[in-house]
């Protein structure tokens, strides 16, 4: 008699298949709404995982790991009793689904991140495990399907039911599914054009989350420890001591401290978000947000920017959290962090949005305005990284630049935030497929933050790597005699002159700006302490020198020159201390723009002796000036010993009556050095070395090269020789000059023409990029303010030419669109503000006329207080009055020369 086979589902399994089958019942309803909006996120291009979606992938989660035990217990029971039936097919599609539930489970594990054992990272394999996970289910149900179809009946009505629950969710989810809106209620944060999302303040716990950020993002959060924005609040002793210093004098002037507001939108945006900046007894060095810094939260969760003003001009929110963000559970903490790694869609929405790509989100701290609130005078213009990178052949967006990239640099993160590998949860791919992040330690140029504060080594190495070479110094021209009239012997090297001695000679020496998308330094100008050190040697004596550093205190020569900006308040006093509320005008500005250079002039008399000499020029760097680091150390100063950067070096060793020397050429095209040389000698003031300039200029033009021709252009439209500008731009042309900067000064030289009309269509070529080039380096000349201003300003000169009074309102609604163009890209621009305040006054639009009249009222320079302060500051500082003038010699041998009575 044949044993009858027990039955492959026994009672006892069947009770775990319920299990197993209502787990997976509960996961498939989970599933399709969880589905629907990935759908609708794909086809709407935005994210929509709110905090109900996230509740829903917590249930997907638990109901994951549950499943896998019961699953995989009770496929192991039914393999045992079915593997040796005669239903050989049944057995077979049960094998198939048992292995694509398998691979159901282990692809869910391995997109599980968070877990103790293991995690997939790289982006292209959780691609291809998640492309296995979605389809899994769909297999596992059809295998399933057959394989009943193969053996008993299958009870329909269940499957029915759980698909119309699952399609019923699903259509709930996309109906209510949406992306959270964005508030911009102002806040009262004012000077600082910051505000929250709600207009409240925001609890400073929600802005201080840093270490929870380090869980997944060590590396980030490791260069970031090291940072400047790190440490850019009352935990940086400099900042601490000229923060310390507004907050006094505004209180004693204002009988509080809300006009330091101006400096906390940026640096301390914890106190002033959560309100503790506003206490006059804020304690500055033991108040829990006091050393806060620019945290993570500070900068991700901005929402918006309100207007590439800078000063702070965003909206900031506390940010949208996961289940337990705030638990203080170990296990609930876990699961947070499950939730974030295993769906970071909301995490990525929240923390990090288009806007942070943008080089306006750099530009909202680091372009600066001083309001009449902190100085009680008027709108001033402070340091702007912004506008002068937007208007650089850099950006690929300045329309004037002397050079420009093959491709244009559209972010300040491409310098400052350079990708380094990294296993970061939020590391992707960089060109080569290593896993990378961005760089936080924001590589830049202060290097006196980690030496006042004791920070490794590799920090400043890192700001190093950024300031080295990042411009050129060339020794490139002598003459004999005492001014600059005299003729001029370049470009030295290969070939050097042999000098007579007993003369006096002038030296001049080129300083190229390289790696620099803004002007150099900006930032802190009136405090960066950049130099040109100078030494000339004969037989080993030293017998020139300029830029010497005192080493005692470690200051610097003040006859020196400093590449740098001499700021100065209403007395007169230079501003020395940080002290923003004090700002009026500069008596100098001696920076130099991206792709740009300067000339640098200096005096020697050599030794009644036939001794070659040797003139060595280096630019060094200091992130802050021996007044300042007095300043703010007090009592604790021993001398400045910041670091010292050498930028970049020359020397050339010239032989003096029969001697022979022997130098190395540079390695730079001889037309370029002599570009770089006329480019210095035209941006001197006023009209101080044009003719110097021009012959520089030519000398490129002999060379063969457009550039020549092309400036040459640019020196003859300032001196008004509007004919010759107007050949030179053709022969530039012919040559194969940039087209778009031929079209900018032609378009220039038909304005001083009167010839408006061909001027227009050329402005308007430019402002659309009509050049095949400039598309192909990724140029946008649309966002050259300069550029629409003059177009706008073209189009109002034709308005006067017009017939009829239809035509004259056609032109000058043409030219306020171009100044309202400029506006977007600059809202305190004056002339646009001035173009604005005639095209409506002349339209009989009286309220935008007296609207943009007030506007060029506040933005417009106070020409005669400025005057009176200069006056006064070259009274009190002969050796700044010396550099601030149009034509500069300095003189090395200044001592001497002093006891000579011989002008210095």
């Not at 005096?603 to 060094?620: F, H, N, Q």
């Not at 540079?666 to 570009?675: A, D, G, H, Y």
């Not at 110097?692 to 090269?705: I, T």
Request: hydrophobic share 45%; glycine share 6%; charged share 20%.
């Amino acid at each position: 008699m044949t044993q009858s086979r027990p039955p492959v589902v026994g009672p006892g399994m069947r009770k775990l298949l319920v299990v197993v089958l209502g787990l997976f019942a509960i996961l498939v309803v989970d599933s399709a709404y969880l589905a629907t909006i990935a759908l609708l996120e794909w086809w709407q291009g935005t994210s929509l995982q709110g905090v109900g979606y996230q509740a829903a992938f917590l249930v997907h989660l638990t109901l994951g790991f549950a499943i896998i035990v019961p699953a995989i217990v009770y496929a192991l029971m039914h393999m045992r009793r079915a593997i040796g039936r005669p239903n050989r097919l049944a057995v077979r599609l049960g094998l198939a689904l048992f292995a694509t539930v398998l691979a159901l489970l282990v692809s869910g594990l391995l997109l599980t991140r968070g877990l103790p054992w293991f995690e997939v990272q790289h982006p292209a394999t959780r691609s291809t495990v998640y492309t296995l996970h979605v389809a899994a289910p769909l297999v596992a149900c059809w295998l399933f399907v057959l394989h009943r179809l193969a053996g008993h009946r299958i009870r329909w009505a269940a499957g029915i039911w759980i698909g119309a629950v699952s399609l019923a969710l699903g259509l709930v989810g996309a109906w209510f599914a949406e992306p959270p809106a964005i508030s911009s209620v102002p806040g009262d944060f004012l000077p600082s054009l910051a505000r929250t999302s709600t207009g409240n303040v925001i609890a400073a716990e929600e802005l201080m989350r840093d270490d929870f950020c380090a869980d997944c993002h060590g590396d980030v959060h490791a260069q970031w420890q090291v940072s400047a924005h790190r440490l850019a609040s009352f935990n940086n002793p400099a900042y601490l001591f000229s923060v310390r210093n507004t907050r006094r004098v505004t209180l004693q002037r204002d009988g509080d401290v809300r006009a330091a507001r101006f400096c906390a939108g940026c640096h301390d945006p914890v106190p002033l978000f959560s309100g503790a900046f506003d206490d006059p007894d804020f304690d500055d060095e033991n108040h829990p947000t006091a050393h806060a810094g620019i945290t993570c939260v500070a900068c991700h969760a901005i929402e918006s920017l309100a207007s590439p003003r800078g000063n702070s001009d965003y909206v900031i929110g506390a940010p949208a959290h996961y289940p337990f963000a705030f638990s203080d559970n170990a296990f609930l903490s876990w699961v947070n962090g499950l939730l974030i790694k295993g769906k970071p869609a909301l995490h990525k929405r929240t923390f990090l949005k288009p806007l942070h790509r943008t080089t306006e989100f750099c530009g909202t701290c680091h372009k600066v305005h001083l309001p009449m609130d902190l100085n009680k005078y008027r709108w001033l213009r402070g340091q702007n990284h912004y506008d002068s990178f937007l208007l650089s052949g850099v950006s690929g967006h300045g329309v004037q630049s002397f050079y420009y990239p093959d491709q244009a640099v559209s972010r300040c993160s491409e310098c400052h935030m350079p990708l380094v590998e990294s296993s970061d949860f939020g590391a992707v791919p960089d060109s080569s497929g290593k896993l990378s992040v961005h760089q936080h330690n924001f590589p830049a140029a202060n290097t006196a933050l980690p030496h006042l504060l004791g920070l490794p080594d590799a920090v400043n190495e890192a700001h190093r790597e950024m300031l080295e070479g990042a411009l050129r110094v060339d020794i490139f021209a002598v003459r004999q005699g005492t001014d600059i009239d005299e003729p001029v012997t370049a470009p030295l090297r290969p070939d050097v002159p042999t000098l007579t001695a007993g003369e006096t000679y002038i030296f001049d020496v080129v300083v190229r700006t390289l790696k620099v998308g803004h002007v150099f330094t900006q930032g802190t100008s009136d405090s960066n302490q950049v130099w040109l050190d100078v030494a000339v040697r004969s037989d080993g004596e030293v017998i020139g020198l300029s830029g010497e550093v005192d080493p005692a205190a470690g200051e610097v020569d003040p006859w020196a020159h400093f590449v740098n900006a001499y700021v100065i308040d209403r007395q007169g006093n230079r501003i020395d201390r940080r002290n923003a509320e004090d700002i009026f005008t500069k008596l100098y500005d001696h920076q130099i723009p991206p792709g740009a250079a300067d000339v640098v002039h200096y005096r020697l008399r050599l030794p009644d002796r036939s001794t070659a000499i040797e003139v060595s020029a280096s630019l060094r760097y200091r992130k802050f000036d021996t007044t300042y680091v007095r300043a703010f150390q007090g009592d604790g100063f021993a001398g400045n010993d910041l670091p010292i950067v050498t930028l970049a070096t020359d020397s050339i060793v010239f032989p003096v009556g029969v001697t022979e020397t022997a130098n190395d050429p540079p390695n730079v095209p001889v037309w370029e050095r002599w570009n770089d040389y006329g480019i210095g000698l035209l941006r001197k003031p006023d009209r101080g070395e044009l003719r110097q300039a021009e012959a520089a200029f030519r000398s490129v033009a002999l060379l063969g090269r457009a550039e020549g021709h092309l400036n040459l252009a640019r020196v003859f439209i300032r001196e008004g020789r509007l004919p010759e500008a107007a050949s030179a731009l053709n022969e530039a042309a012919t040559l194969g000059a940039y087209p778009w900067s031929v079209a900018w000064f032609t378009a220039l030289v038909d304005i001083q023409n009167g010839e408006l009309d061909p001027a227009i269509d050329t402005l308007r070529a430019l402002v659309e990029t009509r050049f095949a080039e400039a598309r192909r380096r990724g140029f946008d000349f649309s966002r050259d303010y300069r550029l629409l201003n003059t177009l706008a300003q073209a189009l109002f000169e034709r308005a006067k030419l017009a017939a009829s009074d239809a035509t004259v309102t056609k032109w000058l609604r043409s030219s306020a669109e171009q100044f309202n163009a400029a506006l977007r890209l600059d809202p305190e621009n004056v002339t646009a503000h001035h173009g604005l305040a005639l095209i409506h006054a002349r339209l009989g639009e009286h309220q935008l006329a007296a609207h943009h009249r007030r506007l060029h009222e506040v933005y417009r320079p106070d020409d005669n207080a400025h005057d009176r302060a200069v006056a006064i500051a070259r009274r009190q500082d002969a050796a700044a009055n010396h550099a601030s003038k149009a034509v500069v010699i300095y003189q090395l041998q200044r001592q001497q020369a002093l006891a000579e009575n011989v002008a210095p």
